[in-house]
């Protein structure tokens, strides 16, 4: 987990809160907030009675979405700041009548929409079409992502703490976001934000803070240009921290017999520290002992730069060690959410390879290929020559409705080459909406190649992406299909991901997204020296009509 999620159940009655104040600074209608220095850090549980809170006047969410009339119930806001965190309190009345519509216990994410729930927008610079959307239901399950021109980077993660707790008249929320994935140096000061509330429970109510765009424009809370503004965020110091986490760990190897009887495999970690100071941690691995007692395996310092890096360890296992890892890093002493390597098939609970008898791999021998299994370094059928270039998904469109305008001996043999270490947001040039049932929203003509370099002097490949809007209706992306081959084209030394973040996104992926292919084909075409990924139905599906 890369964040805590608190739920909590209480009898006590909700503070006082006080009147309304709108800080002056509403421009073209929009309302302003200041963000309050606390004097103290609020705990976060969920409840807002915290001593620090009573130094901040909260503000009313008065608007109801596409609607003109005023909400049924109250819901008051509270923001403040020390030098690490941001704060944001919301204090969520009921009517006497209706109970809060709450899951408690359970934090998986599916759950949010079945729940009473809020949903913060913080926009670090309004000039700047990036935002991140943070979503905490009363029962405590949250969820994050960020949006660069409104598409969603499945990618993107932070550690930041949240809490909810149902009271006698309500629910009430916490968050504390930390200030450096929000400015540098300083807030903007053109800083916006938004502060949502959905009430579940028929008849359904959608409140929010800042009145948004009419029915018309389909945004629904995703409404950037109308979130609000606040008041003097300039003024408010992002100090630089050190924040390592682990980004991603992998399991490279099946576990390795040891020449004193033990067992070892290796351990790739990537460590990411976005706060801006650099500092040394501490990664400890561990795995299942007997009598469920955890059992470190390799505990070790580690340098973290600012920004990333990546280290690997060789982890020793204890002969009676069973089940798969958990890796963690300590700083200070305090250790940091558990993460789950990936590749833990390699390490099949019971198997212990004998002395001598290294396992080299599994399914086919790359040896009798002549080439590594999945490609990337060492692969020998590179391509290095090009007929175009292209740097962009918009580039690549061209050249392929050019290509495909074309007769097959025009194109035969050409070959498109997408440059190295290029990022093409595929959804950008295509219409989403207007894409059909089984058909292609693009085609690799017969004959022709489109290529990367993955592998060649270590390259990962150029990554083609393909982000799902964030305001794509649920069926965007039923039974459609992203790339198609045509007999003979092939598709090579690129990175390939689709729109789906995997199990538990809830909202972020649909169950029609679930049914989105990565490339098909209409006749014998080849992939390979691709990593392909994220599409939950199929990366690669030889099985749909080549209609």
Same mark, same amino acid.
């Given at each position: 987990?890369?964040?805590?999620?608190?739920?909590?159940?209480g009898?006590?009655?909700?503070?006082?809160?006080?009147?309304?104040?709108?800080?002056?600074?509403?421009?073209?209608?929009?309302?302003?907030?200041?963000?309050?220095?606390?004097p103290?850090?609020?705990?976060?549980?969920?409840?807002?009675?915290?001593?620090?809170?009573?130094?901040?006047?909260? %503000?009313?969410?008065e608007? %109801?979405?596409?609607?003109?009339?005023?909400?049924?119930?109250?819901?008051?806001?509270?923001?403040?700041?020390?030098?690490?965190?941001?704060?944001?309190?919301?204090?969520?009345?009921?009517?006497?009548?209706?109970?809060?519509?709450?899951?408690?216990g359970?934090?998986?994410?599916?759950?949010?929409?079945m729940?009473?729930?809020?949903?913060?927008?913080?926009?670090?610079?309004g000039?700047?079409?990036?935002?991140?959307?943070?979503?905490?239901?009363?029962?405590?399950?949250?969820?994050?992502?960020?949006?660069?021109?409104g598409?969603?980077?499945?990618?993107?993660?932070?550690?930041?703490?949240?809490?909810?707790?149902? %009271?006698?008249?309500?629910w009430?929320?916490?968050?504390?976001?930390?200030?450096?994935?929000?400015?540098?140096?300083?807030?903007?000061d053109?800083?916006?934000?938004?502060?949502?509330?959905?009430?579940q429970?028929?008849?359904?109510?959608?409140?929010?803070?800042?009145p948004?765009?009419?029915?018309?424009?389909?945004?629904?809370?995703?409404?950037p240009?109308?979130?609000?503004?606040v008041?003097?965020?300039?003024?408010?110091?992002?100090n630089?921290?050190?924040?390592?986490?682990?980004?991603?760990?992998?399991?490279?190897?099946?576990?390795?017999?040891?020449?004193?009887?033990?067992?070892?495999?290796?351990?790739?970690?990537?460590?990411?520290n976005?706060?801006?100071?650099?500092?040394?941690?501490?990664?400890? %691995?561990a795995?299942?002992?007997?009598?469920?007692?955890?059992?470190?395996?390799?505990?070790?310092?580690?340098?973290v730069?600012?920004?990333?890096?990546?280290y690997?360890?060789?982890?020793?296992?204890?002969?009676?060690?069973?089940?798969?890892?958990?890796?963690?890093?300590?700083?200070?002493?305090?250790?940091g959410?558990?993460?789950?390597?990936?590749?833990?098939?390699?390490?099949?609970?019971?198997?212990?390879?004998?002395?001598?008898?290294e396992?080299?791999?599994?399914g086919?021998?790359?040896?009798?290929?002549?080439? &590594?299994?999945?490609?990337?370094?060492?692969?020998?059928?590179?391509?290095?020559?090009?007929d175009v270039?292209?740097?962009?998904?918009?580039?690549?469109?061209?050249?392929?409705?050019?290509?495909?305008?074309?007769?097959?001996?025009?194109?035969?043999?050409?070959?498109?080459?997408?440059?190295?270490?290029?990022?093409?947001?595929?959804?950008?040039?295509?219409?989403?909406?207007?894409?059909?049932?089984y058909?292609?929203?693009f085609?690799?003509?017969?004959?022709?190649?489109?290529?990367?370099?993955?592998?060649?002097?270590?390259s990962?490949?150029?990554?083609?992406?393909?982000?799902? &809007?964030?305001?794509?209706?649920?069926?965007?992306?039923?039974?459609?299909?992203?790339?198609?081959l045509?007999?003979?084209?092939?598709?090579?030394?690129?990175r390939?991901?689709?729109?789906?973040?995997?199990?538990?996104?809830?909202?972020?992926?649909?169950?029609?997204?679930?049914?989105?292919?990565?490339?098909?084909?209409?006749?014998?075409?080849?992939?390979?020296?691709c990593?392909i990924?994220?599409?939950?139905?199929?990366?690669?599906?030889?099985?749909v009509?080549?209609v």
């Open positions: 987990m890369h964040k805590t999620c608190h739920y909590m159940r009898a006590g009655v909700l503070m006082a809160c006080l009147a309304l104040c709108l800080p002056p600074g509403a421009v073209a209608g929009l309302p302003a907030i200041r963000i309050v220095r606390l103290s850090a609020p705990t976060i549980d969920g409840r807002v009675d915290d001593a620090a809170w009573r130094e901040v006047t909260p %503000v009313k969410l608007h %109801v979405l596409y609607q003109t009339n005023t909400p049924a119930v109250e819901t008051l806001a509270r923001l403040g700041h020390d030098d690490r965190f941001l704060y944001i309190g919301v204090c969520c009345l009921e009517d006497g009548v209706r109970q809060p519509s709450a899951l408690p359970i934090a998986i994410p599916d759950t949010i929409g729940q009473d729930h809020l949903e913060l927008f913080l926009m670090p610079d000039r700047n079409p990036k935002y991140y959307h943070f979503v905490l239901a009363a029962g405590g399950a949250c969820r994050e992502q960020r949006l660069v021109d598409q969603r980077d499945e990618d993107w993660n932070l550690a930041y703490t949240a809490a909810a707790a149902v %009271v006698s008249n309500g009430e929320a916490e968050w504390a976001i930390p200030l450096y994935v929000l400015g540098d140096g300083r807030l903007a053109d800083f916006r934000l938004n502060i949502c509330r959905a009430r429970t028929e008849p359904l109510e959608l409140i929010t803070w800042s948004l765009g009419d029915k018309a424009a389909r945004r629904g809370f995703h409404d240009d109308n979130f609000g503004r008041v003097e965020a300039g003024a408010i110091a992002v630089k921290v050190f924040a390592p986490r682990i980004a991603g760990a992998v399991i490279r190897s099946p576990y390795h017999a040891r020449s004193d009887g033990g067992l070892e495999y290796d351990l790739a970690v990537a460590l990411e976005p706060g801006g100071l650099t500092g040394k941690a501490t990664l400890v %691995v795995h299942q002992g007997p009598e469920s007692e955890r059992q470190i395996s390799w505990r070790g310092p580690m340098f730069p600012s920004g990333s890096t990546n690997v360890v060789k982890v020793i296992l204890r002969e009676n060690a069973v089940g798969q890892p958990l890796a963690h890093l300590d700083v200070d002493g305090k250790p959410d558990a993460f789950q390597p990936r590749g833990a098939s390699l390490l099949t609970p019971g198997v212990r390879p004998a002395a001598g008898a396992l080299t791999g599994y086919a021998n790359a040896a009798e290929l002549g080439d &590594p299994i999945g490609g990337w370094a060492g692969y020998s059928r590179m391509v290095v020559t090009a270039e292209v740097a962009t998904a918009k580039e690549l469109a061209a050249v392929l409705e050019e290509f495909n305008q074309k007769t097959p001996a025009e194109v035969a043999g050409k070959v498109i080459r997408v440059r190295s270490g290029a990022e093409l947001d595929l959804a950008g040039a295509v219409d989403v909406r207007a894409a059909k049932p058909q292609p929203m085609t690799i003509p017969a004959g022709v190649t489109v290529a990367g370099d993955r592998g060649t002097g270590g990962p490949g150029p990554l083609l992406r393909f982000r799902m &809007p964030a305001d794509a209706p649920p069926d965007a992306l039923a039974e459609r299909l992203l790339f198609r045509g007999p003979g084209a092939r598709l090579t030394g690129v390939l991901r689709g729109p789906d973040c995997g199990h538990g996104e809830a909202a972020a992926v649909t169950s029609a997204n679930s049914r989105f292919r990565g490339v098909t084909f209409a006749g014998a075409g080849e992939v390979d020296n990593r990924s994220h599409f939950g139905w199929a990366d690669v599906d030889a099985s009509p080549g």
